[in-house]
C-alpha cells in the first residue's frame, strides 16, 4: 500500500490524474478484498494439523474399525468438504474456498491411500499421485491463490515425468528433456482455457522451473558422452507431440500477437533441434552456452513483449549468470587463478550493477522492439 501511495502521488504531480481520480483509486484499493498470507498460512497449517489428529484417532483403532464403515466415513467426509468448499465459492472471502479445496485435495489423497490399503492395490507412488492430481484438477483450477494449483500443479507434472521414465527405463534420464514442454503446454493451455489467477501464476512458475531443467538437461547431455540413438525413438515421439500441441494451441490463442507466436514458434524449434545435437568438447560447451543465451534473449523478448516486467528481469538475470559462467569455462584452469578470480568478481559486480542501473531502459526498450 506505501508504494501505491507513492506512485499515486507521482501521478498526481505530473498531471496524469487529478486529486479526485487520486482518492478515487486509494480508496478503492484499501476497501478491496486483501490477500492475507498470514491468515492463510494459519488456516493452511490449522487444516493440516487437524487432518493430522484425524488420522492419528483413527490409526489407534484402525483394526477394529469394518472396511466399509472406513470407506464410507472417508466418503461422506469428502463430499462434506466439498459442499462446504461449493458453498463459499464466489463468497467476499475467496481464502475460505481455497482452503476449503485444500481441505479436499487433502482429504482426496488419503480416501486414495485407504482404498489401495483395503483392496490391496498395490501400484507405485507416482501412479497415485497421478490420479489425484486429475480428479482434483477440476476444482483446482477455479482457485483464488498460488499455493494450492502449484501442489496439484507440481504433482501432475512430476507424477507424469515418472510415469514416463517408468516406461523408457533404458533411457529415464533423459525425460529430463522434456520438462519445459510439458510445463509450456500446461501454462499456455492455463492461459487458453482461462483458468483462475491463481492457477495461471502456479503453471509460470514450474514454468520457469521446467525451462532451467530443460536448458540444463540440453547442455549436459549435448556435451556429454551420450550419443543421440541412445535416446529412445518413443521419447522423441512424445517430445515432438508435445511441441505440435504447444504450437497448435499457441496460434490458436487470439491473444497473442503475431511477433508473440513467432517468438513462442521459434523457442520451440530451437529447443527441439538443439535436443539432439551432440558434440562432446570444449568447442561443444560453447557451442551449447551460446545458444542456451540466444533461447533465454528469445524467451525474454516474449516476456517484454508481454511488459511482464518481473519476468523479463528474471530471464535477464538467467542470462547474467548463464554468461558468467561462459566467461569461467572460456577461462578453465585460469579462473582458479588470482586473476580469474578477479575478473570473475569484477564481472558479477559489473553485471549487478548495469542490470540495477539500466534494468528499466532496458526492459522499455525491449517493449519497443517487440510491439
Known sequence: MANLNKQVREWAEKGLINEDQSAKILSYEANKPKASWFMYGMLTLGVTVVGMGVISLIAANWHQIPDGIKLGGAFLLLMLIGAFAYKNHGSEKPIIYDVGILALQLMALATIGLIAQVYHTGGEPYQAILFWSLI???????????????????????SVMFFLADMMTRTSEHILLLAPLMAAFL?????????????LKACQVWLFVGV???????????????????????LFQVFYLLSILILAITWANKNYSNLQKILLTAIICIYGLVSQLNVPSAKGEILFACITLTQLALIGAFFASEKARRRFNFVLILMGLRFFALFIQALQGLAMTGLGLILSGAILIGLATVWQKHRNKIAQWAERITQ
Open 136 to 158: 482434483t484438477f477440476p476444482a483446482v483450477i477455479t482457485t483464488n491463490f498460488m499455493f494450492v494449483p502449484f501442489i496439484c500443479a507440481g504433482g501432475l507434472l512430476g
Open 187 to 199: 501454462a499456455i493451455s492455463a492461459r487458453f482455457l482461462r483458468t483462475s489467477e491463481g492457477f
Open 212 to 234: 532451467c531443467i530443460g536448458l540444463t538437461a540440453v547442455e549436459f547431455f549435448g556435451v556429454s558422452r551420450y550419443k543421440p540413438t541412445a535416446i529412445s525413438s518413443s
